[in-house]
Nanobody, 127 residues
Framework: QVQLVESGGGSVQAGGSLRLSCAGSGYTSGLDCMGWFRQVPGQGREGVATIDTHGSPSYADSVKGRFTISKDNVNNTLYLQMNNLKAEDTAMYYC?????????????????????WGEGTLVTISS
């Protein structure tokens, strides 16, 4: 069993920064693909960034150059550094993980999903 707990959400003004964290517990050693997704009420879930076990990242076009995904394998923690935040970044952000290494990209994982999900942390950006 895998548990993922997000933290770091909050309310900031446009142009500001936030750093999201996702603490993993349980069987985390076999999670070869991890990522951040977001969802606005009434809309589908959108992939934001993924990172595979080799540390290769993938980003949605809307966040490239502003967001950085990283992970701390020792402490089983996934991060999302978000800079130059915009009002359209407002959403519930979810941490997710999957044991499958192949196709660990935002486009594929948005379409096919991930095996394990956290409960989410809310990010609100005011303009």
């Amino acid at each position: 069993q895998v548990q993922l707990v997000e933290s770091g959400g909050g309310s900031v003004q446009a142009g500001g920064s936030l750093r999201l964290s996702c603490a993993g517990s349980g069987y985390t050693s076999g999670l070869d693909c991890m990522g951040w997704f977001r969802q606005v009420p009434g809309q589908g879930r959108e992939g934001v960034a993924t990172i595979d076990t080799h540390g290769s990242p993938s980003y949605a076009d809307s966040v490239k150059g502003r967001f950085t995904i990283s992970k701390d394998n020792v402490n089983n923690t996934l991060y999302l550094q978000m800079n130059n935040l915009k009002a359209e970044d407002t959403a519930m952000y979810y941490c997710a993980a999957d044991p499958g290494l192949e196709f660990c990209t935002v486009v594929v994982r948005t379409a096919y999903g991930m095996a394990f999900w956290g409960e989410g942390t809310l990010v609100t950006i005011s303009s």
